[in-house]
């Protein structure tokens, strides 16, 4: 199903940023990566809450679930991925939600949350608070259950990136195991002109 200009109506039409926007256009929302609530990762590899506070491998869903509860407005950008992420090809830490905020005046919509700090801070406590979460050996089976959801796609793209690699190869007329053989025609300096 499209809407008039033929957009798929659960695709949501992202511009640039621009300051001049409303804070209640999609633009302006605030981003929230997995990456961000990160137990795993440090600071300086784009962890932003401390480190106690913090959770181990969060992923999107989880935090959908825990702006829901809190009623905020929201949506996923699922082919997103933090610049910091080293593991970008795993389908688990990619995607972002982007969060319904401030309100066009510039103030938080829920005064609780006056700043990003304390909203990351609340989404951790939350997920922490999950039952599985509780465990850690039921956490570890809920990871597993999820790898097995996304290995079929990990593995079609990784099939995908094999045969596409095979085909530029093929394109190329050279094969990746060939050997260089050195240029012995390079004029060397003032000596090789005449």
């Given at each position: 199903?499209?809407?008039?200009?033929?957009?798929?109506?659960?695709?949501?039409?992202?511009?640039?940023?621009?300051?001049?926007?409303?804070?209640?256009?999609?633009?302006?929302?605030?981003?929230?990566?997995?990456?961000?609530?990160?137990?795993?990762?440090?600071?300086?590899?784009?962890?932003?809450?401390?480190?106690?506070?913090?959770?181990?491998?969060?992923?999107?869903?989880?935090?959908?679930?825990?702006?829901?509860?809190?009623?905020?407005?929201?949506?996923?950008?699922?082919?997103?991925?933090?610049?910091?992420?080293?593991?970008?090809?795993?389908?688990?830490m990619r995607s972002r939600v982007r969060v319904h905020f401030r309100d066009d005046n510039g103030?938080?919509?829920?005064?609780?949350f006056p700043n990003k700090r304390k909203l990351f801070r609340m989404i951790c406590e939350s997920?922490?608070?999950?039952?599985?979460?509780?465990?850690?050996?039921?956490?570890?089976?809920?990871?597993?259950?999820?790898?097995?959801?996304?290995?079929?796609?990990?593995?079609?793209?990784?099939?995908?990136?094999?045969?596409?690699?095979?085909?530029?190869?093929?394109?190329?007329?050279?094969?990746?195991?060939?050997?260089?053989?050195?240029?012995?025609?390079?004029?060397?300096?003032?000596?090789?002109?005449?």
């Amino acid at each position: 199903m499209a809407d008039q200009q033929g957009n798929p109506m659960n695709v949501i039409q992202v511009g640039p940023y621009n300051p001049q926007r409303k804070h209640s256009e999609h633009e302006r929302w605030i981003h929230v990566f997995p990456i961000y609530l990160n137990k795993n990762k440090t600071v300086a590899e784009g962890r932003r809450v401390p480190k106690e506070v913090a959770v181990e491998d969060p992923i999107t869903r989880e935090i959908v679930i825990a702006l829901q509860q809190k009623g905020f407005d929201l949506f996923v950008e699922g082919y997103k991925v933090h610049p910091r992420e080293v593991d970008k090809e795993n389908v688990l830490m990619r995607s972002r939600v982007r969060v319904h905020f401030r309100d066009d005046n510039g103030k938080p919509i829920h005064p609780e949350f006056p700043n990003k700090r304390k909203l990351f801070r609340m989404i951790c406590e939350s997920i922490g608070g999950m039952d599985y979460r509780q465990d850690p050996e039921t956490f570890k089976q809920h990871q597993r259950a999820l790898q097995a959801q996304v290995a079929p796609q990990v593995l079609q793209q990784q099939k995908f990136l094999e045969r596409l690699e095979k085909s530029q190869a093929q394109g190329s007329g050279t094969s990746a195991t060939s050997t260089k053989t050195p240029n012995n025609n390079k004029k060397k300096g003032k000596k090789g002109r005449k």
